[in-house]
């Protein structure tokens, strides 16, 4: 929004100036613009602790917001900086100006702003105010003011879901998953072989052949999903990557066939802890990584203070096992990478390859009034399908194409260049880089504890600022966004954090 709203300011009959807009109306009552604003604030329901404001004009309305909820963050959206800099003339207006937890900025940075500082698992619901002349002299501003509000709503509603959904089960993994670390040798990696990533979209039964007729020159990396399907086809891998906490990840780990001793097992910190045990068990080596849940990172970093070594930080875009696995090809020094099976689609009418655990678990559960494809039909048509253009038998869906999307701003982001061949993606980088990538040397849970437990006991819950959060507070952020939402609203962060530090000592203890 680049043309200002305002054109001047009058005085009240009270003496307090009110912003004037371009036609002659003005922001905020002529009479007394404070018991205006306070008596909009008194109809408010509820106990609120997050506010995002449409309009500021002469900011009567969030001072009057700050006196009743003295601890809240506030957002507030004006027009245009060239808006925010003719209302800096007005006293009230500069006194929000100087609060830390009030963020102004203009409309068009609204969704921005509220995917930076909105955490529900913090500050629970979200208030949103509109001011009414605002609204009404306005109408361009408030129109992008609420498509910017749903852009970011649509994300943090989906990140949520995903943290309510796994903050336990992650935090469970993390914890079961460092009982089972144990230094590993230094380990090498042949980079000067081609690193093959096989993902396990349906178009990998297609490049087998090519796969088994170049297995030398090839350092095979297999996620989860693709390993049992290949290594049941005679293909051992070199490593196999997985970063699921999902029970069901487990199924991937059932086969030992064809599976060679020097097979490195590369496990998320939030992996299924199950599978974890299951290959620990078997001897073969296991390397941990994390791909960014804030808990693992902090675990890291006490780790690294510690004088043990760090987790090596693997990206995997929107969450995707593909990315992370070519993340970590590029890690360990590979510049010639071949992604096989990256799909990110389904191909004549297939979800994925041949031989994964999904065909067993189907299979077992079909019937004569519902078969194995009847199953993978639900899987299929689940979400509404999008037909690739001039590419007959192969559809996609939105949220296999925001896969696609984030791979590809990936390798943008790495300085990769690729090309497209029969389904494979030769992918090439010029990048030297070569990180350190070995295991840590030991980890004692109980000296983690008790530092946490520090942490958390120097965190002032009072004055919490959005830019400044504790990195303890993130490290339970998902776990206490289960307990947020299995709670009342009304209950703290500082009750958050405590019941999913009790949950830290429940695990612990019982490791």
């Known amino acids: 929004m680049n043309n200002s709203v305002y054109k001047t ?101 609204t969704a921005q702003m509220l995917l930076h500082y909105y955490l529900p698992a913090i ?190 930080r693997l990206d995997s875009g929107t969450g995707t096992v593909t990315i992370a696995a070519t993340d970590f090809a590029v890690k360990a020094g590979f510049s010639h990478i071949i992604v096989a099976g990256a799909d990110f689609s389904y191909l004549h009418g297939k979800s994925y390859m041949k031989g994964t655990y999904l065909d067993i678990l189907y299979n077992k559960e079909s019937n004569r009034l519902c078969t194995g494809e009847t199953i993978f039909d639900k899987l299929f048509f689940r979400v509404p399908l999008i037909q690739y253009k001039n590419l007959r038998g192969r559809v996609t869906t939105q949220i296999l194409e925001s896969y696609n999307t984030s791979f590809k701003n990936w390798l943008t982001l790495n300085n990769m260049c690729m090309k497209e061949k029969k389904f494979l993606k030769f992918c090439h980088t010029d990048k030297k880089n070569k990180f350190l990538i070995s295991s840590m040397k030991t980890f004692d849970i109980n000296s983690f504890v008790r530092y946490m437990q520090a942490d958390i006991y120097n965190v002032d819950f009072t004055s919490l600022l959005p830019d400044t959060l504790p990195p303890v507070l993130l490290s339970m952020l998902p776990a206490a966004a289960y307990f947020r939402a299995n709670t009342a609203d009304k209950v703290s962060i500082k009750t958050l954090i405590n019941l999913a530090y009790s949950q830290i000592l429940r695990y612990t203890q019982s490791l």
């Open 9 to 109: 300011i009058l005085i009240s009959k009270n003496g307090f100036p009110v912003p004037v807009f371009s036609n002659g109306h003005t922001m905020h009552s002529r009479y007394d613009p404070v018991k205006e604003a306070e008596k909009t604030v008194s109809l408010l329901k509820g106990d609120c602790n997050f506010f995002l404001v449409a309009g500021i004009g002469g900011a009567y309305l969030i001072n009057a917001i700050r006196k009743i909820y003295p601890g809240s963050i506030i957002l507030a959206a004006e027009n245009s900086y060239e808006d925010i800099d003719f209302l800096k003339q007005i006293p009230s207006f500069l006194k929000i100006e100087n609060d830390k937890k009030i963020i102004i900025f203009p409309v068009d940075h």
């Open 123 to 312: 500050y629970g619901s979200l208030q949103i105010i509109e001011q009414t002349s605002w609204i009404i002299e306005n109408t361009p501003g408030i129109e992008e003011f609420r498509k910017e509000v749903a852009s970011a709503s649509k994300i943090i509603s989906a990140d949520f879901s995903v943290q309510v959904h796994f903050g336990k089960i992650w935090q469970r993994n993390i914890l079961s998953n460092l009982k089972e670390l144990y230094p590993l040798e230094k380990i090498s990696f042949p980079v000067n072989k081609t690193a093959l990533i096989a993902a396990a979209g349906p178009s990998l039964d297609s490049n087998i052949s090519y796969i088994i007729n170049n297995r030398d020159s090839l350092y095979i990396i297999a996620t989860d999903t693709s390993f049992s399907s290949l290594s049941k086809r005679g293909i051992s891998c070199d490593a196999v990557i997985s970063i699921d906490g999902q029970e069901i990840s487990h199924n991937h780990f059932f086969l030992y066939n064809n599976i060679s001793s020097n097979t490195l097992f590369i496990f998320d910190l939030c992996a299924n802890s199950s599978a974890v045990r299951t290959i620990h068990k078997k001897g073969f080596k296991i390397l941990f990584v994390h791909t960014g849940h804030p808990l693992a990172q902090y675990i890291s970093e006490y780790s690294k203070l510690s004088g043990n070594g760090s987790f090596l």
